[in-house]
């Protein structure tokens, strides 16, 4: 089993880089690590005193200061995607401790006390009962590293589209403003 690679904290600074590349400009960079290009301008004014009055005024090797945000959808889907690496190993795993388990065959023999074993006895489960729980209680474990993966999307997503049904609200109410 491969340790568990944990997704990098959210970053708190970012290099510019040579033209024409994702942290190039306050836009890309915004794009890159938040997911989200319009917040090119809470990167600015959080640089303002080092960038200038004019946002397109970086210079390659500037060290910005990011602003924090409650919710980092990057980092949320780079948690969903460790956590469905981690479901693919137990899959993986349970697989590969089956298909050993069956390779094996009848190891408990076919005589009266190797089918007690297997079946049970006495009212108690067996082998068979045992193993099987077993097998479907890793499955069920996988599949919840699976289903949280896929709320940490959803959650993502649901924070982009408020992000997006905010800067719309935003702009109308700044457009009737200007039309008045």
Known sequence: MTPPTLPPAP????????????????TGIAEDLYED????????EANRDLIGD???ELR????????????HPGYIRSVAGALDDEADDIATMLAAARSRLEAI???WGGDD????????????PGYETGA???????????DFYRNVAGGLRDMADRHDDVEWANT?????AALRTAEA
């Open 54 to 56: 004019d946002p397109g």
């Open 105 to 107: 065959g009848s190891f």
């Open 132 to 142: 099987t729980r077993a097998f479907d209680g890793v499955t069920a474990f996988a």
């Open 168 to 172: 719309i609200r935003t702009l109308e």
């Open 37 to 44: 290009p319009s917040k090119w301008r809470d990167i600015y």
């Open 113 to 124: 006390l190797g089918t007690k074993f297997y079946k049970g006895a006495d009212g108690k």
């Open 11 to 26: 970053p708190t600074h970012v290099t510019v880089t040579p033209w024409d590349t994702p942290h190039s400009t306050l």
């Open 60 to 71: 390659v090797g500037m060290r910005l200061a990011l602003p924090p945000t409650e919710v």
